[in-house]
Protein backbone atom coordinates (compact mmCIF):
# COMPACT_ATOMS: atom_id res chain seq x y z
CA UNK A 1 0.00 0.00 0.00
CA UNK A 2 3.14 2.16 0.55
CA UNK A 3 3.56 3.01 -2.82
CA UNK A 4 0.01 4.43 -2.89
CA UNK A 5 0.13 8.09 -3.06
CA UNK A 6 -1.82 8.27 0.39
CA UNK A 7 -1.98 12.22 0.50
CA UNK A 8 -0.96 15.87 0.34
CA UNK A 9 -1.02 17.62 3.68
CA UNK A 10 -2.85 21.28 3.55
CA UNK A 11 -1.85 24.40 5.33
CA UNK A 12 0.78 22.06 7.11
CA UNK A 13 3.64 25.28 7.49
CA UNK A 14 0.81 27.58 8.56
CA UNK A 15 -0.93 24.69 11.25
CA UNK A 16 2.77 23.80 12.45
CA UNK A 17 4.02 26.97 12.78
CA UNK A 18 0.47 27.91 15.13
CA UNK A 19 1.44 24.73 16.98
CA UNK A 20 5.15 24.92 17.74
CA UNK A 21 5.74 28.03 17.85
CA UNK A 22 3.50 29.29 20.23
CA UNK A 23 4.23 26.98 23.34
CA UNK A 24 7.38 27.10 25.58
CA UNK A 25 8.10 22.96 25.43
CA UNK A 26 11.34 23.81 23.65
CA UNK A 27 11.42 20.28 21.59
CA UNK A 28 10.74 18.25 24.35
CA UNK A 29 6.84 18.87 24.25
CA UNK A 30 3.97 15.67 23.55
CA UNK A 31 1.67 16.49 20.57
CA UNK A 32 -1.41 15.01 19.76
CA UNK A 33 -2.09 14.77 16.31
CA UNK A 34 -5.85 13.44 15.77
CA UNK A 35 -6.21 12.88 12.14
CA UNK A 36 -3.15 10.91 11.05
CA UNK A 37 -4.16 10.23 7.47
CA UNK A 38 -0.68 10.08 5.71
CA UNK A 39 1.41 10.93 8.60
CA UNK A 40 2.53 14.41 6.88
CA UNK A 41 1.60 16.39 10.15
CA UNK A 42 3.36 13.95 12.34
CA UNK A 43 6.20 13.58 10.34
CA UNK A 44 7.06 17.69 10.33
CA UNK A 45 5.76 17.86 14.24
CA UNK A 46 8.80 14.91 14.92
CA UNK A 47 11.09 16.40 12.65
CA UNK A 48 11.12 20.27 13.43
CA UNK A 49 11.19 19.32 17.55
CA UNK A 50 14.19 16.89 17.93
CA UNK A 51 13.05 15.34 21.22
CA UNK A 52 8.88 15.71 21.12
CA UNK A 53 6.83 12.49 21.04
CA UNK A 54 3.81 12.66 19.05
CA UNK A 55 0.34 10.65 19.75
CA UNK A 56 -0.59 9.81 16.30
CA UNK A 57 -4.55 8.82 16.22
CA UNK A 58 -6.30 7.99 13.38
CA UNK A 59 -9.67 5.82 13.41
CA UNK A 60 -8.98 4.39 9.81
CA UNK A 61 -6.86 1.52 10.06
CA UNK A 62 -5.51 1.63 6.62
CA UNK A 63 -4.24 5.29 8.02
CA UNK A 64 -2.47 3.61 10.99
CA UNK A 65 -1.15 0.74 8.87
CA UNK A 66 0.57 2.72 6.05
CA UNK A 67 2.08 5.04 8.89
CA UNK A 68 3.75 2.43 10.63
CA UNK A 69 5.63 1.74 7.91
CA UNK A 70 6.41 5.39 6.68
CA UNK A 71 7.52 7.02 9.94
CA UNK A 72 9.16 3.98 11.30
CA UNK A 73 12.40 5.39 11.42
CA UNK A 74 10.91 7.42 14.68
CA UNK A 75 10.43 4.43 16.50
CA UNK A 76 8.57 4.79 20.11
CA UNK A 77 8.44 8.83 19.20
CA UNK A 78 5.37 8.37 17.84
CA UNK A 79 2.71 6.56 19.30
CA UNK A 80 -0.18 5.09 17.29
CA UNK A 81 -3.96 4.77 18.34
CA UNK A 82 -6.03 3.38 16.24
CA UNK A 83 -9.31 5.33 18.45
CA UNK A 84 -11.73 8.23 17.48
CA UNK A 85 -10.36 11.49 18.43
CA UNK A 86 -13.54 12.19 20.36
CA UNK A 87 -11.88 9.82 22.98
CA UNK A 88 -8.89 12.29 23.11
CA UNK A 89 -8.92 12.33 27.25
CA UNK A 90 -8.69 8.62 27.43
CA UNK A 91 -5.95 8.02 24.62
CA UNK A 92 -3.96 10.54 26.14
CA UNK A 93 -4.11 8.91 29.71
CA UNK A 94 -3.61 5.64 27.93
CA UNK A 95 -0.45 6.80 26.37
CA UNK A 96 1.19 7.47 29.83
CA UNK A 97 0.18 11.51 29.70
CA UNK A 98 -2.22 13.71 31.87
CA UNK A 99 -1.59 16.75 29.84
CA UNK A 100 0.15 17.86 26.16
CA UNK A 101 1.79 20.96 24.24
CA UNK A 102 -0.42 20.60 21.13
CA UNK A 103 -2.78 19.27 19.53
CA UNK A 104 -3.61 19.43 15.70
CA UNK A 105 -6.78 18.19 13.63
CA UNK A 106 -6.65 18.17 10.05
CA UNK A 107 -10.40 16.63 9.53
CA UNK A 108 -12.72 15.33 6.80
CA UNK A 109 -11.03 12.17 4.13
CA UNK A 110 -7.81 11.88 3.04
CA UNK A 111 -6.59 10.89 -0.75
CA UNK A 112 -6.43 7.31 0.19
CA UNK A 113 -9.80 7.11 1.49
CA UNK A 114 -11.79 9.17 -1.17
CA UNK A 115 -9.90 6.98 -4.02
CA UNK A 116 -9.52 3.77 -2.66
CA UNK A 117 -12.51 3.23 0.43
CA UNK A 118 -15.96 2.15 -0.41
CA UNK A 119 -18.68 4.83 -0.62
CA UNK A 120 -16.82 8.50 -0.02
CA UNK A 121 -16.32 8.97 -3.74
CA UNK A 122 -19.49 10.02 -5.73
CA UNK A 123 -16.76 9.25 -9.46
CA UNK A 124 -16.60 5.71 -8.36
CA UNK A 125 -19.15 2.51 -8.13
CA UNK A 126 -18.73 1.10 -5.19
CA UNK A 127 -20.26 0.00 -2.12
CA UNK A 128 -22.37 2.22 -0.20
CA UNK A 129 -19.99 2.20 3.31
CA UNK A 130 -18.64 5.34 3.80
CA UNK A 131 -17.55 4.03 7.34
CA UNK A 132 -13.79 5.47 8.30
CA UNK A 133 -13.77 2.76 10.99
CA UNK A 134 -14.29 -0.39 9.28
CA UNK A 135 -15.25 -1.84 12.76
CA UNK A 136 -18.17 0.22 13.43
CA UNK A 137 -21.47 -1.27 12.28
CA UNK A 138 -23.36 1.66 10.56
CA UNK A 139 -23.30 2.31 6.83
CA UNK A 140 -24.16 4.87 4.40
CA UNK A 141 -26.10 1.60 3.16
CA UNK A 142 -27.78 1.34 6.51
CA UNK A 143 -28.79 4.90 6.59
CA UNK A 144 -30.14 5.24 2.82
CA UNK A 145 -32.15 2.20 3.45
CA UNK A 146 -33.61 2.16 7.05
CA UNK A 147 -34.37 5.65 8.00
CA UNK A 148 -37.23 7.21 7.34
CA UNK A 149 -38.02 10.02 5.10
CA UNK A 150 -38.30 12.66 8.32
CA UNK A 151 -34.59 11.15 9.29
CA UNK A 152 -33.47 11.14 5.93
CA UNK A 153 -34.85 14.84 4.89
CA UNK A 154 -33.03 16.29 8.29
CA UNK A 155 -29.87 14.73 7.29
CA UNK A 156 -30.06 16.56 3.98
CA UNK A 157 -30.77 19.90 5.44
CA UNK A 158 -28.14 19.93 8.23
CA UNK A 159 -25.46 18.05 7.13
CA UNK A 160 -25.84 18.93 3.29
CA UNK A 161 -27.62 22.20 3.25
CA UNK A 162 -29.17 20.92 0.34
CA UNK A 163 -32.09 22.67 -0.79
CA UNK A 164 -33.84 19.70 -2.33
CA UNK A 165 -33.50 17.28 0.68
CA UNK A 166 -37.35 16.62 1.18
CA UNK A 167 -37.92 15.54 -2.74
CA UNK A 168 -34.27 13.49 -2.48
CA UNK A 169 -35.67 12.05 0.89
CA UNK A 170 -38.68 11.24 -1.19
CA UNK A 171 -36.90 9.95 -4.08
CA UNK A 172 -34.88 7.72 -2.44
CA UNK A 173 -37.80 6.10 0.25
CA UNK A 174 -40.07 5.19 -2.95
CA UNK A 175 -36.91 3.73 -4.94
CA UNK A 176 -35.96 1.23 -2.31
CA UNK A 177 -39.34 0.42 -1.54
CA UNK A 178 -39.20 -1.58 -4.86
CA UNK A 179 -35.24 -2.15 -5.03
CA UNK A 180 -32.53 -1.28 -1.58
CA UNK A 181 -30.24 1.08 -2.47
CA UNK A 182 -26.67 -1.17 -2.48
CA UNK A 183 -23.78 1.10 -4.68
CA UNK A 184 -22.53 4.81 -4.98
CA UNK A 185 -23.92 4.60 -8.71
CA UNK A 186 -27.82 3.74 -8.20
CA UNK A 187 -27.85 6.54 -5.84
CA UNK A 188 -25.98 8.87 -8.26
CA UNK A 189 -28.54 7.87 -11.29
CA UNK A 190 -31.56 8.95 -9.04
CA UNK A 191 -30.28 12.26 -8.09
CA UNK A 192 -29.38 12.47 -11.76
CA UNK A 193 -33.01 12.32 -12.79
CA UNK A 194 -33.52 15.03 -9.98
CA UNK A 195 -31.46 17.89 -10.85
CA UNK A 196 -30.82 19.95 -13.84
CA UNK A 197 -27.02 19.08 -15.03
CA UNK A 198 -25.20 22.25 -13.83
CA UNK A 199 -26.01 21.61 -10.08
CA UNK A 200 -25.52 17.66 -10.16
CA UNK A 201 -22.12 17.82 -9.29
CA UNK A 202 -22.24 20.59 -6.13
CA UNK A 203 -25.50 18.71 -4.98
CA UNK A 204 -24.21 15.33 -5.00
CA UNK A 205 -20.93 16.67 -3.28
CA UNK A 206 -23.15 17.92 -0.40
CA UNK A 207 -25.69 14.50 -0.62
CA UNK A 208 -21.96 12.63 0.29
CA UNK A 209 -20.90 14.85 2.57
CA UNK A 210 -24.11 14.63 4.14
CA UNK A 211 -24.18 10.54 4.43
CA UNK A 212 -20.33 10.76 5.71
CA UNK A 213 -21.27 12.92 8.73
CA UNK A 214 -23.99 11.06 9.78
CA UNK A 215 -22.51 7.45 9.68
CA UNK A 216 -18.99 8.73 11.45
CA UNK A 217 -21.19 11.19 13.90
CA UNK A 218 -18.29 13.56 12.32
CA UNK A 219 -19.91 16.82 14.12
CA UNK A 220 -20.34 15.34 17.25
CA UNK A 221 -16.91 14.28 17.68
CA UNK A 222 -15.22 17.45 16.96
CA UNK A 223 -17.40 19.01 19.42
CA UNK A 224 -16.27 16.39 21.94
CA UNK A 225 -12.09 16.65 20.73
CA UNK A 226 -12.56 20.41 20.69
CA UNK A 227 -14.07 20.70 24.50
CA UNK A 228 -11.59 17.86 25.87
CA UNK A 229 -8.67 18.50 24.19
CA UNK A 230 -8.66 21.80 25.82
CA UNK A 231 -8.90 20.32 29.06
CA UNK A 232 -6.00 18.60 27.82
CA UNK A 233 -3.72 21.53 27.21
CA UNK A 234 -0.04 22.43 29.38
CA UNK A 235 -0.45 26.27 29.83
CA UNK A 236 0.48 27.88 26.53
CA UNK A 237 -0.67 24.47 24.58
CA UNK A 238 -2.26 25.29 21.45
CA UNK A 239 -5.01 23.69 19.86
CA UNK A 240 -5.25 24.27 15.90
CA UNK A 241 -7.97 23.08 13.74
CA UNK A 242 -8.17 22.63 9.72
CA UNK A 243 -11.89 22.47 8.53
CA UNK A 244 -12.97 21.80 5.10
CA UNK A 245 -16.65 23.13 5.11
CA UNK A 246 -18.51 25.48 7.04
CA UNK A 247 -20.60 23.55 9.42
CA UNK A 248 -16.90 22.23 10.52
CA UNK A 249 -15.70 25.85 10.51
CA UNK A 250 -18.47 26.99 12.66
CA UNK A 251 -18.10 24.70 15.40
CA UNK A 252 -14.32 25.16 15.36
CA UNK A 253 -14.68 29.03 15.76
CA UNK A 254 -18.03 28.52 18.38
CA UNK A 255 -15.96 26.29 20.68
CA UNK A 256 -12.48 27.99 20.12
CA UNK A 257 -14.84 31.57 20.77
CA UNK A 258 -16.32 30.20 23.82
CA UNK A 259 -13.80 28.09 25.95
CA UNK A 260 -13.17 30.54 28.71
CA UNK A 261 -9.72 28.69 29.01
CA UNK A 262 -8.18 29.74 25.47
CA UNK A 263 -7.48 32.20 23.78
CA UNK A 264 -7.81 32.78 20.24
CA UNK A 265 -5.00 33.20 17.83
CA UNK A 266 -6.49 33.19 14.79
CA UNK A 267 -8.84 36.41 14.75
CA UNK A 268 -9.74 35.93 11.04
CA UNK A 269 -9.37 32.00 9.26
CA UNK A 270 -5.88 31.04 7.94
CA UNK A 271 -6.42 30.46 4.23
CA UNK A 272 -4.36 28.52 1.59
CA UNK A 273 -2.69 30.94 -0.83
CA UNK A 274 -3.41 31.04 -4.55
CA UNK A 275 -0.24 28.29 -4.99
CA UNK A 276 -1.10 26.30 -2.75
CA UNK A 277 -4.69 25.77 -4.39
CA UNK A 278 -3.11 25.59 -7.99
CA UNK A 279 -1.41 22.70 -6.39
CA UNK A 280 -3.66 20.61 -4.65
CA UNK A 281 -7.80 21.25 -5.42
CA UNK A 282 -8.59 20.09 -2.15
CA UNK A 283 -6.97 23.06 -0.42
CA UNK A 284 -9.85 25.50 -1.80
CA UNK A 285 -11.88 25.26 1.03
CA UNK A 286 -9.62 24.83 3.75
CA UNK A 287 -9.48 27.11 6.65
CA UNK A 288 -7.12 27.00 9.83
CA UNK A 289 -7.84 27.99 13.44
CA UNK A 290 -6.19 27.95 16.43
CA UNK A 291 -6.37 28.91 19.93
CA UNK A 292 -3.40 28.75 23.39
CA UNK A 293 -4.32 27.29 26.12
CA UNK A 294 -3.75 30.33 29.36
C1 LIG B 1 -7.50 15.01 5.88
S1 LIG B 1 -6.97 13.50 6.52
C2 LIG B 1 -5.56 13.95 7.45
C3 LIG B 1 -4.34 14.10 6.62
C4 LIG B 1 -3.07 14.30 7.42
N1 LIG B 1 -3.05 15.59 8.08
C5 LIG B 1 -1.83 14.16 6.57
O1 LIG B 1 -0.94 15.01 6.68
O2 LIG B 1 -1.75 13.20 5.79
C6 LIG B 1 -8.16 13.21 7.77
C7 LIG B 1 -7.94 11.91 8.54
O3 LIG B 1 -8.64 12.05 9.77
C8 LIG B 1 -9.24 10.83 10.10
N2 LIG B 1 -10.37 11.09 10.98
C9 LIG B 1 -11.49 11.79 10.69
N3 LIG B 1 -12.31 11.82 11.77
C10 LIG B 1 -11.69 11.13 12.75
C11 LIG B 1 -12.04 10.82 14.09
N4 LIG B 1 -13.20 11.20 14.64
N5 LIG B 1 -11.15 10.13 14.83
C12 LIG B 1 -9.96 9.72 14.30
N6 LIG B 1 -9.60 9.96 13.01
C13 LIG B 1 -10.44 10.67 12.25
C14 LIG B 1 -9.63 10.23 8.76
O4 LIG B 1 -9.77 8.83 8.87
C15 LIG B 1 -8.47 10.67 7.86
O5 LIG B 1 -7.49 9.69 7.77
Known amino acids: MDEVFYHRPVLLNEASAYLLENNSSKGYGVYVDCTLGGGGYT ?3 IES ?10 RDVYAIEHC ?3 LAEFGSRVIFVQNNFGSIKQIIHDAGFEKVNGIVMDLGLSTYQLNYEDGFSYQKDTMLDMRADKS ?12 DEKQLTKIFYDYGELKYGRQFAKEIVHLRNKKKLETTFELVELIREKVPPRYLNSDLSK ?6 IEVNSELS ?24 HSLEDRIVKNKLRSNEKLKVLTKKPVEPGEEEVAGNIRARSAKLRAAQRI
Open 43 to 45: KKI
Open 136 to 147: QKLTAKDVLNRY
Open 207 to 212: LFQALR
Open 68 to 70: RKV
Open 221 to 244: NLEKVLDDGAECLEEGGVIAAVSY
Open 49 to 58: QPEAKVIAID
